[in-house]
Each structure stands twice: as C-alpha cells, then as structure tokens.
Nanobody
Framework: QVQLVESGGGLVQAGGSLRLSCTPS????????MGWFRQGPGKEREFVAA????????FYSDSVKGRFAVSRDTAKNTVFLQLNSLKPEDTAVYYC?????????????????WGQGTQVTVSS
C-alpha cells in the first residue's frame, strides 16, 4: 500500500519555526512533483508549495512566500517544508501530496497520492 507520511508538526509560538517532513512508503516517486497543502479550521484546502522531481521548479503561495521553503532529498525519497516566521493564521493541518507531473501543479486535482496530514498550531 502506497502511503505518504508527514511528520514534524506541533505547537509553536508566533515567530517560531517548524520543519515538516514527508516520506513515502510502498513506492518511490521518481519523476513526481511533491506538493504541500494545508487546511485551516473552517477553511478550504489551499496550496502552499510544490517542488518538481529535479528541484528546478519550485512554487509558493503568496501567503507563505519568503517565509516557507520546500526542498527534497531524492536519495532519501523525502520532501521537506521549512516553516519560518510562523503566524497564527498558518495554523492548519498540512498535507503532503504527489503528482505525476514534471511541472508543479498548484491545484489539488492533479495530485493522486495524499498523506494523512500533520497539525501545525501557532499561538499568538
């Protein structure tokens, strides 16, 4: 069974940092774009960041640009999301996802593998 497993979430004060990890199991994702989405309380799921397999294409939402950084270690088959300068509005469940596309989609539709999510809570 193919799974994406996120880790690294937690409770942090505003201005703090967290590092999320996403590790697939059951298969490798060679050639896949890896994305991060989040869903805050009472909100729809929204795009956060995505990185192509080669790492040459990276996209961020405007709300996190300059504060978050996505990276991947293809040797370890792991993707990371560094969250800096966290704000209370960043509170959400963060999901990792994989899309069979060389060009990182910003929409959820092309992503056909999803993790269960990891909770990030930012206190003011």
């Amino acid at each position: 069974q193919v799974q994406l497993v996120e880790s690294g979430g937690g409770l942090v004060q505003a201005g703090g940092s967290l590092r999320l990890s996403c590790t697939p199991s059951g298969r490798t994702f060679g050639g896949y774009t890896m994305g991060w989405f989040r869903q805050g309380p009472g909100k729809e799921r929204e795009f956060v960041a995505a990185i192509s397999w080669s790492g040459s294409r990276i996209f961020y939402s405007d709300s996190v640009k300059g504060r978050f950084a996505v990276s991947r270690d293809t040797a370890k088959n792991t993707v990371f999301l560094q969250l800096n300068s966290l704000k209370p509005e960043d509170t959400a469940v963060y999901y990792c996802a994989a899309a069979p596309s060389p060009y990182p989609p910003r929409e959820a539709g092309p992503y056909n593998y999803w993790g269960q999510g990891t909770q990030v809570t930012v206190s003011s």
